[in-house]
């Protein structure tokens, strides 16, 4: 395993308490009405870096399957306790060990940012890959440019995390490489804990 994503594992596993009380009440909760409504009822959905559970919890309370995947084995940890009925597994978002089609939707709320740039086709072309024909992808990264390992300024202790930023028509231009049809995009700047304004983009397999 590489030395940035060694250290953004530490961070999680240094913050899940903290992280946890910082985003428990950011929920996407006007994406998560359409991505439900995209992906249909008894859908299969994958939590594609599912941190303390948050989502996960939200998601099973509605009625779906879900399986949250993360690097951090101290926030599957948390997260089996906050969603039970969540399955959770230890996981590279770039190597995902699950058969062709399996899930109607895959939610991926910041975490394909803690990829290098170099690293994002494949791991969309695995997301393409694990998702049916039709099926859902949302994904979320921070606005911006470059990619760097700094210090997370949102913790009073010295944390340092792997950070990629991403122009709308950057990331856009990965999804069609990856032959995903986009359906939305747009920024959000919603909250207090984000550093920088979030994209928010809609797409599914074609």
């Not at 856009?172 to 986009?182: K, V």
Request: aromatic share 12%.
């Amino acid at each position: 395993m590489d030395r940035n994503t060694e250290t953004t594992i530490q961070a999680y596993d240094a913050t899940v308490l903290d992280y946890h009380e910082k985003t428990k009440d950011l929920f996407h909760s006007k994406e998560a009405k359409l991505f439900t409504a995209l992906v249909g009822s008894g859908a299969h959905i994958l939590d594609h870096g599912s941190g303390p559970g948050r989502d996960a919890k939200l998601f099973t309370e509605f009625g779906y399957r879900v399986t949250g995947i993360d690097l951090s084995q101290k926030m599957n940890d948390f997260a089996s306790k906050i969603a039970p009925k969540a399955d959770f597994m230890n996981m590279d978002i770039r190597n995902l060990d699950f058969e062709d089609e399996t899930f109607n939707g895959v939610w991926s709320v910041t975490s394909l940012l803690h990829l290098p740039k170099s690293d994002i086709p494949g791991a969309l072309s695995e997301v393409y890959r694990v998702l049916k024909r039709g099926g859902i992808f949302y994904c979320v990264v921070k606005q911006g440019e470059g990619e760097e390992l700094r210090v997370d300024p949102r913790y009073e202790e010295r944390i340092e995390k792997f950070f990629s930023s991403f122009l709308s028509s950057e990331l856009e231009n990965f999804l069609s490489d990856a032959n995903f049809r986009i359906i939305r995009s747009r920024m959000a700047t919603l909250d207090t804990y984000s550093i920088r304004p979030e994209l928010r983009i809609f797409s599914a397999k074609n």
